[in-house]
């Protein structure tokens, strides 16, 4: 990977949303601009990592382990899962999914406005409804509808090439 930046290798690697505090002598991964860059869109990392746990709250820390063959061959599995949870349905009392797809082609599917694509989606669709191929008004409707994981984009990340084997903490911060 010509674009792949090399890494100096440590125990856990920081991950960090916002590109401006990333230095090569802090070490910090600007993880959202490396997923810009390979996906060709957007991402919101502090969406995907309240993708894999829904209460982290603000100043919070959250590790990601894709060390060990065990834990990077799992998430490397839930990548390539074709079904994707959507939601709590309360009309059947029942949880909603969508198959077919992985988390990251469905992501992909789903667009922003601009001046050739008009919204063809409410800005807040309830959480059960599928998004795929759908057109939001703007990306902080996208992303509060839908983001992948942030583990499974790592493991994607990782096996790419665009990053190291290792753990990974994610500092959510304001």
């Known amino acids: 990977m010509p674009d792949a930046p090399e890494y100096t290798p440590r125990s856990i690697y920081m991950l960090e949303p916002h590109a401006e505090y990333v230095t090569a002598g802090n070490g910090y991964i600007a993880i959202e601009a490396i997923a810009e860059r390979v996906y060709g869109k957007p991402y919101s990392s502090l969406r ?3 993708r894999d746990d829904e209460h982290i709250g603000n100043d919070s820390v959250k590790l990601y382990e894709l060390a060990s063959d065990g834990d990077y061959l799992q998430a490397l599995s839930d990548l390539d899962d074709a079904k994707i949870y959507l939601g709590w349905d309360s009309r059947t ?9 992985t988390e990251l082609v469905y992501w992909l599917s789903i667009r922003v406005a ?8 409410e800005a807040n669709p309830p959480a059960t409804q599928d998004l795929e191929n759908v057109v939001f008004e ?12 942030l583990r499974l984009v790592l493991a994607d990340l990782i096996r790419r090439g665009e990053l190291p084997r290792g753990d990974y903490l994610f500092r959510h911060w304001w």
């Open 93 to 101: 009392g029942e949880s909603a999914f969508k198959t077919g797809m």
């Open 138 to 149: 703007n990306r902080v409707f996208a992303d509060r509808a839908f983001s992948p994981s």
């Open 114 to 121: 601009d001046e050739i694509s008009t919204a063809t989606v």
């Open 48 to 50: 995907g990592c309240q």
